[in-house]
Every structure is written in structure tokens, then in C-alpha cells.
């Protein structure tokens, strides 16, 4: 069963706007962890930002902020202040506690062009 | 620092043939993980190995096979290739202890099969 949902078609964004990223959940866990990552063309895989189930604070890596919303199950990227270069696809990312022996499951992605 | 390193690159296969795809980490992580990615399915795991010494299906096992080697090597074998194993495939490793600990990934290897 599909464990991450991101199902937003691609997204054009005007540089130096903000763009929020969605990503739902699921999962039996009390203990997990959400992730982030970044696939420009090039394709390497870079990491962007780490949430944590027992996290109060929403996180924040410089542009990128995390929105968490525990109760809907939600994760969403935001990327304030586009550059031309965040144009890539976006992939969340959930790591399951013991009860997911560890196991670390990707969405579908969001591809992001940002248009000068 | 090398990280993840995955060979080869780039390969051609018949259908039908074998070939094992390597990976190999050297930050001393539990975890190590085998993915492939297609146009607009995103990365589907294949096989996980938590540990040394286990592994585990993912999504995807079908036509897959897995070793541990050790806790540096984790190895992907397709015994009879098919066109529609052509895909991207990334390995990737993680500390296991702790959920809050990012996989870090190989270049990837791009697999054909004709």
C-alpha cells in the first residue's frame, strides 16, 4: 500500500515566490521520520530537511520549512523565496520506527519549474 | 569521503541475461537500501537491509535478488533480465538507529534492457 502521497502535477512558480509542497502519510508507527529531498536533472539525490514524530517545532533548513501537521498525517515543503535553481523534483520521504523495521519509503514526487 | 558508490553506471542487458549491480558504503551504516525510479512512480523500494546479516522485500522484489555481503556491501542481482526491469536504480545507506537519520545515496546506474 502506497505509504506517501504527493499528488500535485507540476508546479510553475515565479521566482522569489513562495511554493508549499504536499506530502500525506501513513503509518502505524509512534515513531518516525520525515524527510525531504531534492532530484534536480542532474539526477543526484540531495537531502533538504528531516521531521521528527515527536518533533513540537515545525523544522527549518535555511529556505526550506517544514509544515507538520501530526493529526492530518501531513508533511509540507515549503521553499520560500524561489531561485532558479530549486527547478527540480521534490520527493518526501518516511522512515518507519521498529514496527517498520526501519524501512524508508519515497512519494511519487512534485516536479517544480520556477520561471524567471 | 566516497560515501555510496555504485557500479557500474551504465549498463546494456539482453533480455534474459544476469548481472549483479554493486554497492558499497563507507560510513559505517546499518541500513542499506536498493531502489529504482521510473518517469512518475517515484523511487520504489526493492529490497531493504536494516542490518547485517537481514534483508527484506520492498515494493517492487519481483525479478530481484539481494546479499548482504557485509555491512559495507549491498548487492543487487537481476537473474533474468527483463525490458521492463529497464530503469534507474539508486542505492542507498542510513544509520538505523534512530528514525532521524538521512540515507545517503549512490550516483545511480542506469539499466537497459533491450
Known amino acids: 500500500a502506497q505509504k506517501i502521497t504527493q499528488t500535485q502535477p507540476g508546479m510553475f512558480v515565479q521566482e522569489k515566490e513562495a511554493v508549499t509542497l504536499d506530502c500525506t502519510y501513513d503509518t502505524s508507527d509512534q515513531s518516525y521520520g520525515l524527510f525531504w529531498y531534492k532530484q534536480p536533472s542532474s539526477g543526484e539525490m540531495i537531502f533538504l530537511i528531516y521531521?521528527?514524530?515527536?518533533?513540537?517545532q515545525n523544522a527549518t533548513e535555511g529556505r526550506y520549512s517544514l509544515n507538520f501537521q501530526k493529526a492530518r498525517k501531513s508533511a509540507n515543503l515549503v521553499i520560500s523565496a524561489s531561485q532558479l535553481g530549486d527547478s527540480a523534483m521534490y520527493f518526501c520521504?518516511?522512515?518507519?520506527?521498529?514496527?517498520?523495521?526501519?524501512?524508508?519509503?519515497f512519494g511519487k514526487g512534485n516536479q517544480v519549474v520556477v520561471i524567471p | 569521503n566516497a560515501g555510496v558508490t555504485q557500479t557500474p553506471k551504465f549498463q546494456v542487458l539482453k533480455t534474459g541475461q544476469s548481472m549483479t549491480l554493486q554497492c558499497a558504503q563507507d560510513m559505517n551504516h546499518n541500513s542499506m537500501y536498493w531502489y529504482r525510479q521510473d518517469p512518475g512512480m517515484g523511487l520504489r523500494l526493492i529490497y531493504y537491509?536494516?542490518?547485517?546479516?537481514?534483508?527484506d522485500k520492498g515494493e517492487v522484489p519481483n525479478g530481484y535478488n539481494v546479499s548482504r555481503l557485509n555491512k559495507r556491501e549491498f548487492s543487487l542481482r537481476l537473474e533474468s533480465a527483463a525490458p521492463s526491469q529497464t530503469s534507474v536504480y539508486f542505492c542507498a545507506s542510513s544509520e538505523a538507529l534512530f528514525v532521524n537519520t538521512e540515507a545517503f545515496f549512490g550516483q545511480g546506474t542506469r539499466l537497459t534492457v533491450v
Open positions: 520521504a518516511m522512515r518507519e520506527g521498529p514496527y517498520g523495521n526501519n524501512r524508508l519509503a
Open positions: 537491509s536494516a542490518s547485517e546479516g537481514t534483508t
Open positions: 521531521q521528527g514524530s515527536y518533533d513540537e
